[in-house]
Every structure is written in C-alpha cells, then in structure tokens.
C-alpha cells in the first residue's frame, strides 16, 4: 500500500475578513459553512481541486466541511477536512476553490474563514479552541503572523484558546 507523506498544509491567509469580500468592488458576502457528506460528491469534480476530497469524504475518522455564500449555497468557496482528536481537533487539508487562488481570486477571506471554524468547532466540543496542523517549512512564519498560531516542531503549529477567540470573533456573530 503506498502511504502518503505529509509535506503540511500550503494555504494563504489572504485576509483577515469579517466573511468573503471581493476582491474587485470590496463587496462583503455571508457565508455558511456545513458538513458535506457523501450525497454532496456530484459538486466536488476532481478537476477542480488539488487534493482528493472524495477521499477525504470516505475516511470517517474525518469530518468535510463546505463554505458557501449565504445568496450562493451551490457553489463551494472553500474545503476543510478536520478530525477529533480527543483533546483538540486537527485540521488534516484545507483548500480554497480554483477561482479564490492566486492574484486573480474572485474572494479575500475563503482560509481564514476556513481557519476560524475549525477553532470554533473545537471550542464547541469543549477543547478551548486548539486546533493543530502541520505547514510547509516556507509558511510557518506566514501562520505566526496571519493567524497567530505556534510554532511547535518540525512542521507542527498549533492555534491555542486566545489566538482561536481571535478568529471565531472575527468571522463568526454570536
């Protein structure tokens, strides 16, 4: 069986929004993001993205969420794979769709968003927020100063219970 090597996460914090703002007007839209199952594959065509999110899907150790516009809910922004480890939760792959990518992006704001919910869904399951994830060696000081994450070893970050109050605050209302 082939493994795969995990070379960390190779996302941009573009911008720290209270939602998706565009890039072109500054237009700020609502977003919702939810769990996507197995019947939801049909808006994942593998062409369209990096990473092998049927996969992600397949495995039940973890849990696949979606980022819409309120207005928009068929159309996918952004995809994180988290899982439960018990203690904190562990962001596995994150990915902004093809249109919010590189300096034509139609959005500001898909991975912080991203990032901002899954510390929410770890402080919700009453783990203060912590949220961990391995970078690229290159974007470890990217992390430090986009998202206020840790630097622990190796290529492991972590994003503790301020850092993660931090994000929550900025994209989510109570």
Same mark, same amino acid.
């Given at each position: ?9 190779? %996302? ?17 839209? !609502?977003?919702? /993001? ?7 594959? @049909?808006? /994942? @065509? ?5 990473? !092998?999110?049927? *996969? ?28 439960? @480890? ?37 402080? !919700? @399951? ?13 974007? /470890? ?6 998202? %206020?994450?840790?630097?622990? *070893?190796?290529? *492991? ?8 109050? *931090? ?8």
């Amino acid at each position: 069986m082939k493994t795969l090597q995990n070379k960390g996460l190779n %996302f941009l914090v573009d911008k720290l929004t209270n939602s998706i703002e565009n890039t072109l007007t500054g237009e700020i839209f !609502d977003t919702e /993001i939810s769990r996507l199952t197995s019947s939801d594959v @049909k808006q /994942i @065509k593998k062409s369209h993205w990096q990473f !092998d999110w049927i *996969r992600e899907l397949k495995d039940h150790t973890k849990e696949v969420y979606s980022l819409t516009t309120v207005n928009n809910p068929t159309i996918i922004q952004g995809l994180l794979s988290i899982e439960d @480890k018990d203690d904190h939760v562990f962001m596995h792959l994150i990915e902004s769709a093809k249109f919010n990518k590189g300096k034509d992006k139609v959005h500001f704001g898909v991975p912080g968003n991203l990032v901002a919910y899954a510390c929410k869904v770890s402080m !919700d @399951k009453g783990f203060e927020g912590f949220l961990a994830f391995d970078a690229k060696s290159s974007l /470890i000081k990217h992390y430090q100063q986009s998202l %206020f994450a840790t630097h622990f *070893r190796g290529l *492991r970050m972590f994003i503790e219970t301020d850092a993660a109050l *931090r994000l929550i605050s900025q994209y989510f209302k109570s």
